[in-house]
């Protein structure tokens, strides 16, 4: 597998800063003063704040909408300004950058990819070495994106092989006899309920129904199979367990969020 990368300019950005202040617009402007004519699409900027897992479920299954040659940059980063290290990571056409904290295990797993240690130092030659101790997204992170995307730097001049890095912070779905136990990841704008279930997950398993907060819920294709406010679970757009309530907002309803067990029943 070569670990050359030949970026064309696109970068997508995800983070956990929200909305709030400068923060977004400011790294945007440090890719643009390197490289004009960048092409910045936000995935998200409304990851739950301090946790990396989310962003990497995120990245794993949004990054094939985009063109190879595509920089991914993913801030998330609870440790900023300590010893943690930063990740280059070659797969699949893309290229991953992001603090070594668990958020591209995900993305690593799926792609099969290169990874590459960050070394700081070899940075320098790129002006990137005055590093403020809480904003390495502006400092680090968005520098090294904009010189990734130009084509003008290889992962192998800054970086070094590795096989080690943090593991991924949520376990994978585990079967369990006629049983899939997962949990929920995050929840979207309408309330629903993402899991971490694949539709892979499901393959050779004719689903009865899933068990989330006490309730059974009928496993149906799509959102108006059902009545306004009942509950279903489905498969989304993007390939994962979702739980919902039709025209409602099933978080509140189930009063459960990150971190709460779902049990998918097979035959």
């Known amino acids: 597998m070569s670990g050359q990368f030949l970026g064309t300019g696109v970068v997508t950005i995800t983070t956990d800063f929200g909305h709030r202040g ?6 945007k402007g440090v890719i643009l003063r390197r ?9 998200t900027h409304e990851v739950h704040v301090h946790w990396p897992a989310e962003a990497g479920f995120w990245l794993e299954r949004a990054y094939r909408y985009f063109p190879d040659g595509t920089v991914h940059l993913a801030v998330v980063d609870p440790g900023v ?3 943690r290290s930063v990740l280059l990571v070659i797969g699949d056409g893309h290229a991953f950058l992001a603090p070594d904290n668990g958020l591209l295990a995900g993305v690593i797993e799926r792609t099969q990819a290169l990874v590459y240690r960050v070394e700081l ?6 002006g990137i070495d005055r590093l403020s101790a809480t904003f390495h997204g502006r400092d680090l992170f968005a520098p090294l994106a904009a010189e990734l995307a130009a084509g003008r730097v290889y992962p192998a ?3 070094t092989l590795t096989t080690d890095w943090v593991p991924a912070l949520i376990d994978p779905p585990a079967r369990r006899g006629q049983e899939i136990h997962g949990v929920v990841v995050t929840t979207d704008h309408f309330g629903n309920l993402i899991t971490n279930i694949d539709a892979t997950d499901l393959a050779g398993c004719r689903v009865l129904s899933v068990r989330a907060a006490g309730h059974r819920i009928p496993f149906h294709r799509t959102y108006g199979d059902v009545t306004p406010g009942s509950f279903l679970a489905l498969v989304n757009s993007f390939e994962v367990l979702e739980i919902a309530v039709a025209e409602q907002n099933a978080a509140t309803l189930l009063g459960l969020g990150r971190g709460g067990p779902v049990v998918v029943e097979c035959s």
């Open 22 to 27: 400068p923060f977004v617009g400011t790294m």
């Open 35 to 43: 490289l004009r004519s960048a092409q910045l699409v936000d995935l």
């Open 81 to 83: 300004g300590t010893g």
């Open 121 to 126: 130092p070899k940075l320098r030659g790129l």
């Open 157 to 159: 001049q800054i970086g």
